[in-house]
C-alpha cells in the first residue's frame, strides 16, 4: 500500500499561483499511476490532471490545460502539481490519488480506477 498526504493548498488572488505536492510512503512509488482531482461543494469529483507511472506520459482536463503542468520524482516519492492564472472556479479540495493498476507509460482518467488517495488540501482563489 501506499500512503499520500496533500500540501501546498491555500488561499489565493485571481491569477495568481500555487504548487501542490503529494508526497507518498510505503510501497515503492513508481508503480503508481498518480492524478490530480478536484471537488467543490455540491460537485463531483473532476479529474485536473494525471501522470504515467514513469512521468513520460500526462494528461490535463480542458479545465486547467495550458495553466497546469505535473510532474513526479519517483526517488523523493513525490507528485507535484503547479497551477497558474488561477480562477474563482478553481475553488475546490485538491486530492492526489495513485492507481496500481495502471500500465507502464498510460495514464488513468477514471476515479474508480484509483485504489488509494489523500485526505486532500483547500484551494481558494479569491479577492
Known amino acids: 500500500q501506499v500512503q499520500l498526504v496533500e500540501s501546498g493548498g491555500g488561499l489565493v488572488q485571481p491569477g495568481g499561483s500555487l504548487r501542490l505536492s503529494c508526497a507518498a510512503s510505503?510501497?515503492?512509488?513508481?508503480?503508481?499511476?498518480v492524478g490530480w482531482f478536484r471537488q467543490a461543494p455540491g460537485k463531483e469529483p473532476e479529474l485536473v490532471a494525471a501522470?504515467?507511472?514513469?512521468?513520460?506520459?500526462?494528461y490535463y482536463a480542458d479545465s486547467m490545460k495550458g495553466r497546469s503542468l505535473i510532474s513526479r520524482a519517483n526517488a523523493k516519492n513525490t507528485v507535484t502539481l503547479q497551477m497558474n492564472s488561477l480562477k474563482p472556479e478553481d475553488t475546490a479540495v485538491y486530492s492526489c490519488?495513485?492507481?496500481?493498476?495502471?500500465?507502464?507509460?498510460?495514464?488513468?482518467?477514471?476515479?474508480?480506477?484509483?485504489?488509494?488517495w489523500g485526505r486532500g488540501t483547500q484551494v481558494t482563489v479569491s479577492s
Open positions: 501522470i504515467s507511472r514513469g512521468g513520460v506520459n500526462t
Open positions: 510505503g510501497r515503492t512509488f513508481s508503480v503508481y499511476a
Open positions: 490519488a495513485a492507481s496500481e493498476t495502471a500500465l507502464l507509460g498510460t495514464t488513468v482518467r477514471s476515479k474508480t480506477e484509483y485504489q488509494f
